[in-house]
């Protein structure tokens, strides 16, 4: 009965509450628990599968330090709500993957408010942390209203979390009024500071998503990046439910990254450092070398990833299976096709690398699997939205490394699955769809593209266009260079831009236009590098292709490297092995 009534109670913002900023914990208590049952609207509280009671058992007492070592998160926002999330670590990098916490469930509530001064609280509740579940917390919101910036926090015992900000999508017969949304990859702890997630919680993106290589499963000092690592991971080699959960509190433990965690709700998608370089399938990096254990590894990385991202109920891993792929509507304004090219895959054709593979064009072989493929193509026919955005994780359009009669391609990209690229591309070209965008991370430099049908055809019209995200972090600080000297743009004439600096790209969407900001920092090796941009390019409402509207002059003192070296150099970026 008093779930029941919780649920069709709505708690009323008091004129009592004082600003987040003077809230003591001694008044998070008071102003915003002291009801108790009068939990938020159908705001469901989960920590893994199954129910969640109202309360939990533990004695929150015994928790002497911070357990909100690793920040605050929310994500997979929809018209009426969004999750949030935390995970309770007070000792993060503790070697058994607990985080110090003691191995029983610890009671944790959380607060939303409607402003972020935190005088209008509008939901609060009871979740428990389970310590089988990494003691993480995720809380989904429904019932809120559309459009709107909400702000989030939580408290165990006397600790209160930091505070974060979501936001939920416009009403679905809504345009709404532009989105502002960011989106990064590839995150190499040790190669450098997490200085451009910094700079894009600045930007106040209304959405970010992570297209994958969140973290990365090597020990210490194995992936070296140009003259050495600045930072060093903790433990061996993921390979174990501990080792992920401590490299994952390990990551999260950096300010900068909380700190974009904190400005905007995240999509979140896996690549493959999540678990294991260039895994496919059931395949592991190295599938001629015996892995009995790959089974169990994987069981322990995706339940590690669910623990510590902003994730729904729906992809709470079951085994060695977890539903990563879905569908994000931004009104009527944008959907958000987020892939998953990694747990469906055929195995690459003819291993990691550069090649030229007669099995890349086999049209058995998928890198989407039969069953997403469908999902996708549907989704295509059945969208009435402005911009279709495809978020994914390797390279889309075709890159050809040799000016010669050969075609060498990479093979762990979809230029490795040649008959999958076309029916998806030819699918959402019979299905009418208005503006086709795909997004990529892994490649570790900024890439923009024309999309076709057929790439082997200069006449072949533009029916997509391909943004690809550099690094974080990953390859160390990286160089600046003229973009169209890079022989890549002479050989493939889609290519329309490159750079090979640390970064984000930052959008702007809106009813007439796409417009893409690549935004560089010119140093992670040191922390606190301001960024800039490096080019700007548009997408026009119903008319295909880039077009670019700025692009900043390269550095001067930036040498000029032979274009053998440049392509050598960029294969060696994508394909490097420890």
């Known amino acids: 009965m ?157 600790h209160v979390s930091p505070t974060g900000r979501a936001r939920t999508a416009p009403h679905p017969l809504s345009y709404g009024p532009g989105l502002a949304m960011a989106f990064a990859s590839c995150a190499q702890y040790e190669h450098g500071h997490f200085t451009a997630y910094r700079r894009l919680a600045e930007d106040r993106p209304d959405l970010v998503l992570h297209l994958g290589d969140y973290l990365y499963e090597y020990r210490r000092d194995t992936y070296t990046a140009p003259g050495g690592n600045v930072r060093h991971h903790e433990g061996p080699e993921t390979e174990t439910l501990a080792g992920y959960r401590q490299r994952h509190a390990q990551y999260k433990t950096d300010p900068d990254l ?35 254990g790959f089974p169990a590894r994987k069981e322990a990385a995706f339940r590690a990833y669910y623990e510590n991202m902003p994730l729904r109920r729906r992809s709470v891993p079951r085994g060695v299976d977890m539903q990563l792929y879905r569908r994000i509507r931004w009104g009527r304004l944008a959907v958000f096709h987020l892939l998953d090219t990694r747990q469906y895959r055929s195995d690459q054709g003819c291993g990691d690398g550069y090649r030229d593979c007669p099995e890349a064009a086999d049209p058995a072989r998928s890198i989407t699997g039969d069953e ?19 978020g994914q994780q390797v390279f889309f359009a075709q890159r050809d490394s040799d000016a010669g009669p050969a075609k060498i391609t990479n093979q762990d990209a979809w230029d490795g699955y040649v008959a999958s690229r076309r029916r998806i ?78 970064g984000y790209v930052l959008t702007r969407i809106e009813r007439e236009s796409l417009t893409a900001d690549f935004k ?11 960024a800039y941009t490096r080019a700007t390019f548009v997408i026009e409402d119903g008319i295909p292709g880039l077009r670019r509207t700025y692009l900043r002059p390269p550095d001067p003192s930036a040498a ?19």
């Open 2 to 158: 008093v779930l029941r009534e919780a649920a069709r109670a709505r708690a009323r913002p008091s004129r009592q509450d004082p600003p987040m900023s003077q809230l003591s914990r001694r008044s998070f208590l008071v102003t915003g628990l002291a009801a108790g049952a009068s939990a938020g609207l159908r705001a469901a509280a989960h920590a893994g599968p199954g129910p969640d009671p109202a309360g939990g058992s533990a004695d929150s007492r015994e928790l002497r330090s911070d357990p909100f070592t690793l920040g605050v998160a929310s994500g997979d926002p929809d018209s009426g709500g969004f999750v949030i999330w935390t995970r309770l670590a007070p000792r993060p990098l503790a070697e058994d993957g607990a985080g110090g916490m003691p191995a029983r469930p610890f009671t944790v509530h959380w607060q939303v408010y409607g402003d972020e001064a935190g005088r209008r609280l509008l939901r609060h509740g009871v979740a428990t942390a389970r310590p089988e579940w990494g003691h993480s917390v995720h809380v989904e919101l429904d019932r809120l209203a559309p459009g709107r910036d909400y702000w989030y926090r939580f408290r165990t015992g006397s």
């Open 258 to 292: 909380q700190a974009a965690h904190a400005a905007a709700p995240w999509l979140v998608v896996w690549d493959d450092h999540e678990l294991d370089n260039n895994w496919a399938g059931e395949a592991p990096e190295k599938p001629e070398v015996p892995q009995p």
């Open 425 to 502: 591309t030819r699918g959402w070209v019979d299905a009418g769809v208005r503006n086709p965008v795909v997004l990529t991370g892994d490649v570790h430099a900024h890439w923009a593209s024309d999309l076709k049908l057929d790439y082997d055809d200069p006449a072949a019209r533009t029916v997509g266009s391909e943004l690809a995200v550099s690094s974080i972090s990953s390859g160390g600080d990286g160089r600046d260079a003229d973009p169209a000297a890079h022989p890549f743009l002479s050989i493939n004439p889609h290519l329309r831009f490159h750079n090979d600096q640390r």
């Open 560 to 578: 000029r490297t032979p274009e053998t070296d440049l392509i050598r150099e960029t294969v060696d970026r994508e394909t490097l092995r420890p």
């Open 520 to 530: 560089v920092v010119p140093r992670v090796t040191r922390a606190g590098a301001a």
């Open 372 to 390: 997403q493929e469908r999902w996708l193509l549907e989704g295509f026919r059945r969208s009435r939205a402005r911009w279709d955005v495809i």
